[in-house]
T-cell receptor
Framework: NAGVMQNPRHLVRRRGQEARLRCSPMKGHSHVYWYRQLPEEGLKFMVYLQKENIIDESGMPKERFSAEFPKEGPSILRIQQVVRGDSAAYFC??????????????FGPGTRLLVL | AQKVTQAQTEISVVEKEDVTLDCVYETRDTTYYLFWYKQPPSGELVFLIRRNSFDEQNEISGRYSWNFQKSTSSFNFTITASQVVDSAVYFCALSEAGRGSTLGRLYFGRGTQLTVWP
């Protein structure tokens, strides 16, 4: 049973370029969360998605960041016109259809983004 | 205000010592969930345990044990007879389930770096 898959594992971009991070949830999981881990900080929630729906994006920066989870294919976190401050580890987590007593998020290995 | 506080930023112990990692949380919800995750040097996040607010039983899993105290809003994690492989950053996290909360959204503490020396 494959876990949460993220790719690429490492991504290098120059300032002004676009970064696309992909996340395939565990089989049977229909909820995806994205978190960002900045150096010297803990993990911060960014966005929560279900298939074709953004449920909560209150943790997303207002500009340049977007996320989607299409009916088919992985969830995508997109960062346009990257800046050095975007350098961080981006983690995706998935959980099954929410049943209150069974909420556990399982994390992927993360994508380390470095902006030069 | 920080919802999850891990006051210990770094702890060093020698192998076979017991070590306790502290976690204090803050929430107004009566139903919530608490978690511990491990982040080894390789960088991935490994789920360790989930505790529901309505279940105050403490739990033991091998060398790991967790002490949930609602009265002090704490969910501490103890490793008995620590080993070098336990060296990692450990994160405590909270998920709220009240009205108006985003189900499943995790609030993380800043983590405790545990180093176990041989």
């Amino acid at each position: 049973n494959a876990g949460v898959m993220q790719n690429p594992r490492h991504l290098v971009r120059r300032r002004g370029q676009e970064a696309r991070l992909r996340c395939s949830p565990m089989k049977g999981h229909s909820h995806v969360y994205w978190y960002r881990q900045l150096p010297e900080e803990g993990l911060k929630f960014m966005v929560y998605l279900q298939k074709e729906n953004i449920i909560d994006e209150s943790g997303m920066p207002k500009e340049r960041f977007s996320a989607e989870f299409p009916k088919e294919g992985p969830s995508i976190l997109r960062i346009q016109q990257v800046v050095r401050g975007d350098s961080a580890a981006y983690f995706c987590a998935s959980s099954p259809l929410l049943v209150r007593r069974k909420e556990t998020q399982y994390f992927g290995p993360g994508t380390r983004l470095l902006v030069l | 205000a920080q919802k999850v506080t891990q006051a210990q930023t770094e702890i060093s112990v020698v192998e076979k010592e017991d070590v306790t990692l502290d976690c204090v949380y803050e929430t107004r919800d009566t139903t919530y969930y608490l978690f511990w995750y491990k982040q080894p040097p390789s960088g991935e996040l490994v789920f360790l345990i989930r505790r529901n607010s309505f279940d105050e039983q403490n739990e033991i899993s091998g060398r790991y044990s967790w002490n949930f105290q609602k009265s002090t809003s704490s969910f501490n994690f103890t490793i008995t007879a620590s080993q070098v492989v336990d060296s990692a950053v450990y994160f405590c996290a909270l998920s709220e389930a009240g009205r108006g909360s985003t189900l499943g959204r995790l609030y993380f503490g800043r983590g405790t770096q545990l180093t176990v020396w041989p």
